[in-house]
């Protein structure tokens, strides 16, 4: 399907979305408490089946879902996206155990996810992680490295002899959606210290574990944010997503799938806040006309649909381009989420000075808006590591395809 235009059936389905955000979840979010989670709302995504489309479509399905519900009801599409972001890594990397235990909960709405990557110390910087996963070599009853059975992880096995299969994770994680509040944790520690990227392990983590814990933070947004705690928290082999220190690879392919659709959302925003200025500005009187009148008016709107478009665009092919498993991902991936958030901070920006006044009252739909879209130029990768990892890159691109010639 071509990056740029789609099919009618597409069009139809983004269309029923909106008009299901409207109506069905727009009155749940309304009688959510902000940085709450939100369950009743969690449960009807669930009962409509949007939940269970983010593993079972593509990623320009998932950018359609985000786009369509941010613009009727931003709190159901992140609800919708945290949901997808803490449990892709166990869809994609998890054991059949843990696939079955927690998916179909996350689907239906009654399990809550979430991803545990940053860190005080490293947010933009991931391979900087420092949460330990002190290894440990269990031992049978008679002290001989083998296979034995930890009551406080269930009774399960938990290490044999063929190296660390048990380790007690020890540090902090910051700036976690969904905590504490989660009912499982998707957590990225180090399991080989001073390795950079390649030393990293992702680990599955119940909320009930020993040793977890989790504060609220008054956050400039209306979905629950929060610290954990993890002092000599219980994890085992069974625990692993994927491979042992390589849980990089997990984060990574975790975010080049969403941050397309953060685009998305970003999209879904701007389309709302421009559709809302039309609106606004051919029916306001002034200067003896319509506010729509005044050419430096109409170049404004012209501009900010210029650039949600073009960001709509970029986010088509970017999501295009992963389903495709196409070579450029990464690239293509940044490059949609950095247009389509730093444009809708420009169009959500615009329309509020249009508004004038009245979109800063407490309740109007800019002065919402305006507090939802600053968050996404900085989490999942802020502005300036999208532009560094596009560069890197360009960069890499071009050396492999070009050689150097040699001075005369």
């Not at 420009?346 to 800063?360: E, M, P, S, W």
Request: hydrophobic share 45%; charged share 20%; net charge neutral.
């Amino acid at each position: 399907m071509p990056a740029f235009a789609l099919e009618p059936e597409q069009t139809a389905w983004c269309a029923r979305l909106r008009t299901l955000a409207a109506q069905r979840l727009r009155p749940l979010a309304d009688k959510g408490e902000p940085g709450r989670v939100n369950r009743p709302l969690v449960a009807e995504l669930g009962r409509l089946g949007l939940i269970s489309r983010l593993f079972d479509s593509g990623a320009l399905a998932l950018c359609l879902m985000r786009e369509s519900l941010a613009y009727a009801c931003t709190e159901a599409e992140t609800a919708l996206a945290l949901q997808g972001l803490g449990a892709h890594p166990v869809h994609a990397h998890g054991t059949p155990a843990q696939r079955e235990r927690w998916l179909p909960r996350v689907a239906d709405g009654t399990a809550i996810a979430a991803f545990a990557l940053s860190e005080p110390g490293a947010g933009s910087d991931a391979a900087a992680l420092a949460l330990r996963a002190d290894g440990e070599q269990a031992e049978d009853a008679q002290g001989v490295p083998g296979t034995r059975r930890d009551a406080a992880l269930g009774g399960g096995p938990v290490a044999e002899a063929d190296g660390p299969r048990r380790w007690r994770l020890t540090g902090e994680k910051c700036w976690i959606s969904n905590a504490p509040e989660a009912d499982f944790y998707t957590v990225f520690a180090r399991t080989t210290p001073g390795a950079g990227a390649r030393g990293v392990t992702a680990f599955l983590v119940p909320a009930d574990r020993p040793g977890l814990t989790g504060t609220a933070l008054e956050m400039l947004s209306p979905h629950p944010l929060g610290t954990l705690g993890l002092d000599a928290v219980p994890v085992t082999a069974d625990d692993v997503l994927g491979e042992t220190d390589r849980g990089f690879r997990v984060a990574m392919g975790t975010l080049n799938l969403f941050r397309p659709s953060v685009g998305a959302f970003a999209v879904g925003m701007a389309q709302a806040a421009l559709d809302a200025t039309l609106d606004h500005t051919r029916r306001r009187d002034a200067f003896g006309g319509k506010l729509m009148d005044l050419q430096t008016v109409a170049h404004q709107v012209a501009e900010m649909a210029l650039r949600t478009d073009a960001a709509r665009l970029m986010v088509y092919a970017a999501a295009t381009a992963y389903d495709a498993a196409a070579p450029d991902v990464p690239r293509r991936a940044a490059m949609a989420k950095l247009l389509a958030t730093e444009t809708a901070q420009y169009v959500v920006d615009t329309a509020v000075q249009l508004h004038g006044a009245r979109a800063l009252r407490r309740g109007h739909l800019l002065e919402h808006l305006y507090r939802e879209v600053r968050a996404p130029r900085i989490y999942e990768g802020a502005s300036e590591v999208q532009r560094g990892i596009i560069a890197k890159e360009l960069y890499a691109t071009h050396a492999a395809s070009h050689t150097p010639r040699e001075a005369p």
